[in-house]
């Protein structure tokens, strides 16, 4: 059974730094992409990176381009997304999911979710 489990969310101050995690189980990683996704309260769930399962040319939202950096280690079954520079406005709850194959930064295009860890920037 495919299972995406999320984790390093948590409370940083403006300007700071996290590293989200997403391991796979259940399934080979390296024939999907991995999308990261967040929702803040009241809003939709919207696109923030993705990467292919050949680590190839990585997509990312406006919002965080040159902030944000996905990665990939198919021999840990984990993407890595790291987060530089955050901002009060990427506040939200953070889910991995999984495609086959190619990229994309709609939900809808997704069928295979996370539960989601929580990140907080807040002076």
């Known amino acids: 059974q495919l299972q995406l489990v999320e984790s390093g969310g948590g409370l940083v101050q403006p300007g700071g730094s996290l590293r989200l995690s997403c391991r796979a189980s259940?399934?080979?990683?390296?024939?999907?992409?991995i999308g990261w996704f967040r929702q803040a309260p009241g809003k939709e769930r919207e696109g923030v990176s993705c990467?292919?399962?050949?680590?190839?040319?990585?997509n990312y939202a406006d919002s965080v381009k040159d902030r944000f950096t996905i990665s990939r280690d198919n021999a840990k079954n984990t993407v890595y997304l790291q987060m530089n520079s955050l901002k009060p406005e990427d506040t939200a709850a953070y889910y991995c999911?999984?495609?086959?194959?190619?990229?994309?930064?709609?939900?809808?295009?997704?069928?295979?979710w996370g539960q989601g860890t929580q990140v907080t920037v807040s002076s």
């Open positions: 999911a999984a495609r086959l194959v190619i990229c994309s930064l709609y939900v809808a295009d997704f069928g295979s």
């Open positions: 259940g399934f080979n990683l390296g024939v999907y992409a």
């Open positions: 990467i292919s399962g050949t680590g190839t040319r990585p």
